[in-house]
C-alpha cells in the first residue's frame, strides 16, 4: 500500500473539523505542485517499453516545449478538478470526480518525466496556473452541478483537441512522447463522456470561445517559459 492510499483510507474513516480539512487542503496543494512522483503515479509509464531515439537539437526544444504546455495543462488540471470537487454537492460526483484527478496525477507525472528525459524544465508559473485555475473551477462549481459538471467536460473536449495538434507536431521518432499524449488523449475522453453521462449541462458558445482564448493564452506562455 503506498502512501497516497493509506492517507486515503484514514480520511475517510476519521472525522475531521473544518481546520483540519483547510490544512489537508493546503497540504495536497503543495503535493500537486512538488509531490514526489515515485508515490504518486497509479499507472506505469507509457514510455517505459518505447525505444529512445535522439533528436535534432531543434525538434528537441519544440517537443520540449509542447510538452512543458501539456504539464502546465495538467498543473491546472489538478487545481480545477480540487476545486470542483470542493464545490460539488453530490457525493457520487465528488468520487467520480476524484477518479479523474487521479488520472490526471498520472499525466502530470508522465509529462514531468519526459521534460526531464529531453533536459527541460517545467514552466516556471506552474504557481500561476494552479492559482488561476482553482480560482475559474471555484467559480464554475457555485452554479451548481450540472453547469460544474459542463465546465468539466468542455474543458476535456478543448484539451483533446489540443493534444490532437501536439500529436500532429511530434516528429515521426518521437514515439515516447507520442505513448504519453495517446494515453492522456483516451483518458481525456473518458474524463469528458464521464462528466456528459453524470448530466454535464452544455455550455454557452460565448463561454467556449472565452475558455478557448484563455487556453491558448496560456498555451503561448509556457511553451516558452
Ligand atoms: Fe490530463
Ligand atoms: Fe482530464
Redo the contacts with the bound molecule.
Sequence with gaps: MNNRSAAEIAMKSRHYTALDRGIMALDSVFADLVGTDSIRRKRPYPAATCVTTDLEEQERQHVSGLMRVNHA??VA?QALYKAQSLTARDQELKKSMQQSAD??VD??VWCKSRLKELGDHPSYLDPVWYLGSFSIGLIAGCFGDKWNLGFLAETEHQ?VKHLDAHLAQLPESDNRSRSILEQ?RE??LH?ATTAETAGAEELPGRVKSLMNLTSKIMTKIAYRI
Design positions: 495543462g495538467e488540471a488520472e490526471e499525466h502530470l484539451v492522456m483518458d481525456e474524463h
